[in-house]
């Protein structure tokens, strides 16, 4: 891509993200979009809006899990499901680069089990490590920890929105060979749509997922309601 059709199609992506609900953009060609919108907002962080914070969700090489804890999370999927591991992805990431929950009395002590994994984590986006993968598995394998995440994540967005501000996280470098296998591939991608959409369903509304996904992977994906993304993506050519 040259210098001229870079700038326009970041233009682009700035102005779609001024809309409600704007969750995917869709590529065709292109691979490296993703990597420069990303810099961009890290170069600029007022590049969205002046409100908004980007945070990496999953696709940034040196922050992102490694084929081994794709693995690993694909173990815990069996035991429960793509949208648990995704939701437990999401809150390392909020817990990393959110704001600091004070939880008080009976939820001090309802979310106890989460917060104190989060917490041993480093405050701010480091290096993918053995402990950020052991713990992604741990919480999206445990049906009844993935029932507190879902609550966990609506008080980080309140914490956000509270603040007037808005939290992207980016998820990019989904393919087919994310897992051994395409079938298996696919089913993590969608899991991730699966868990937009709860946030949708929540009403989460300062927690805003940006997905780059290629055409051609996101015309194989087959789940309920994914009509329900037409008219929310972004659909960009090569030029």
């Known amino acids: 891509m040259d210098k001229t059709a870079e700038v326009a199609q970041l233009l682009l992506i700035q102005q779609f993200l001024q809309r409600d609900r704007t969750c995917l953009v869709r590529l065709a060609g292109e691979p490296d979009l993703p990597a420069l919108f990303f810099a961009r907002t890290q170069a600029d962080p007022g590049f969205i809006s002046a409100v908004s914070t980007v945070l990496d969700g999953y696709g940034h090489r040196s922050t992102s899990p490694d084929a081994t804890a794709w693995g690993r999370f694909a173990e815990s999927a069996h035991g429960s499901s793509w949208e648990a591991v995704w939701r437990a992805l999401l809150l390392v990431r909020l817990s990393q680069g959110g704001p600091l929950l004070s939880l008080q009395g009976g939820k001090k ?123 929310r993506d972004l659909r960009l050519f090569e030029h």
Do not use: C, Y
């Open 109 to 231: 002590e309802l979310f106890a089990p989460l917060t104190s994994r989060l917490r041993q984590l480093p405050r701010r986006e480091a290096p993918w490590s053995e402990g950020h993968t052991s713990l992604v598995a741990e919480l999206g394998g445990d049906l009844e920890t993935s029932l507190l995440a879902k609550d966990l994540a609506d008080l980080f967005d309140q914490a956000i929105g509270r603040k007037g501000r808005t939290l992207w996280l980016v998820f990019s470098d989904l393919g087919d060979d994310l897992l051994e296998t395409r079938q298996q591939s696919q089913a993590a991608i969608t899991g991730l749509f699966e868990m937009i959409q709860a946030l949708d369903a929540r009403r989460l509304s300062a927690i805003r997922p940006l997905v780059f996904l290629q055409e051609s992977v996101w015309e194989r994906l087959i789940f309920q309601n994914k009509s329900h993304f037409n008219g």
